[in-house]
């Protein structure tokens, strides 16, 4: 049933990203200039650590599961504490992009978007943070084992579906075409 449940709000959480890429597009095709004039872009790096950060988060939960699955359990809790280390960074370095901006967000479409997109590209990756370490605890404490490793199997499905969720709000925030006079 974990895994039912896993995927059916995994399937609902896409279909609110998909709602989520589709305001964006509606909003940068409505406006003369993208960024405006007096909005200076903010600078793709963080974005892409974060994204390169996801990803690893990913792989490492994937190891997880498969040293796991290789009876273990010490190196899958050595893992999963690695992939917990991956999407905290890339959580935290989304924040800290946030907060050092240069623009609020709420004097133009473009900042509304831009805030929202890499927030919820955080939110997802913290959400991933929390999954991760409840299972990690299981882990040490002797409640997933190689007998009993489905919350893991879960958890790395999830942290690969925060990762991607990341790609793809950020590749949003960050690729959307300049358009008019704003950059």
């Given amino acids: 049933m974990g895994t039912w449940g ?15 890429a589709a ?5 940068h095709t409505g406006q003369e200039a993208w960024p405006p004039p007096f909005i200076e ?16 988060g990913g792989l490492v939960a994937t190891r997880a599961r498969s040293t796991m699955g290789s009876e273990r359990r010490r190196g899958a809790a050595i893992a999963l504490a690695g992939a917990v280390g991956l999407h905290t960074a890339a959580t ?7 907060w050092q901006l240069s623009f609020p967000h709420d004097i133009h479409a ?4 831009y805030w929202t ?3 919820f590209a955080a939110w997802f990756l ?3 943070v929390l999954v991760l370490g409840a299972v990690l605890v299981q882990t040490l404490v002797g409640l997933v084992d190689p007998a009993r490793h489905l919350e893991l199997t879960n958890a790395a499905i999830h942290a690969w579906f925060a990762a ?3 790609v793809v709000l950020l590749a949003l925030a960050h690729l959307l075409p300049t358009t008019g006079g704003g950059g």
């Avoid at 896993?6 to 989520?20: H, K, M, R, S």
């Avoid at 305001?23 to 909003?27: E, K, R, S």
């Avoid at 872009?41 to 990803?55: E, M, N, R, T």
């Fill in 110 to 113: 473009y900042a509304s978007v």
């Fill in 126 to 128: 913290g959400v991933s």
């Fill in 164 to 166: 991607a969720s990341a």
């Fill in 6 to 20: 896993l995927w059916l709000t995994i399937t609902v959480l896409a279909t609110f990203v998909a709602g989520l």
């Fill in 41 to 56: 872009p903010p600078s793709s790096l963080p974005a892409l650590i974060a994204v390169v950060l996801a990803l690893l």
């Fill in 117 to 119: 997109l890499t927030a």
């Fill in 92 to 98: 935290v370095t989304l924040i800290a992009h946030l």
């Fill in 23 to 27: 305001a964006a597009l509606y909003l």
